[in-house]
């Protein structure tokens, strides 16, 4: 089993950065990606960033394209979210996942099979 925690969610600004992280840890595997989703109060789960294990390709939602950075460092099985210019819609729960195996589209939720538990972000006008 994999367990994955997220960590970086707080209160900000509007205009403000936010870094989240999430840390893989469990029996021994070998992730194909890592993706980041999101649920708003009110909303339904969306996709918001997806990377490659191997290759370290990122896919985006076109709400966030240019704003959000997704990286992982594979020796400590940690992804990570730079989130700028952060806007009130931003506020969401945050979720990371973790597929090991490989999907044609990382931006379907069920193409993940372990999930963390989220954290908060909430983004202040």
């Known amino acids: 089993q994999v367990f994955l925690v997220e960590f970086g969610g707080g209160l900000v600004q509007a205009g403000g950065s936010l870094r989240l992280s999430c840390a893989a840890s469990?029996?021994?595997?070998?992730?194909?990606?890592m993706g980041w989703f999101r649920r708003a109060p009110g909303k339904d789960r969306e996709f918001v960033a997806a990377?490659?294990?191997?290759?370290?390709?990122?896919d985006y939602a076109d709400s966030v394209k240019g704003r959000f950075i997704m990286s992982r460092d594979n020796a400590k099985n940690t992804a990570y979210l730079q989130m700028n210019s952060l806007k009130p819609e931003d506020t969401a729960v945050y979720f990371c996942?973790?597929?090991?195996?490989?999907?044609?589209?990382?931006?379907?939720?069920?193409?993940?099979?372990?999930w963390g538990k989220g954290t908060q972000v909430t983004v202040s006008s």
């Open positions: 996942a973790l597929s090991v195996y490989y999907h044609r589209n990382f931006r379907d939720a069920t193409a993940f099979g372990s």
């Open positions: 469990g029996r021994t595997f070998s992730p194909t990606a």
């Open positions: 990377i490659g294990w191997s290759g370290g390709s990122t």
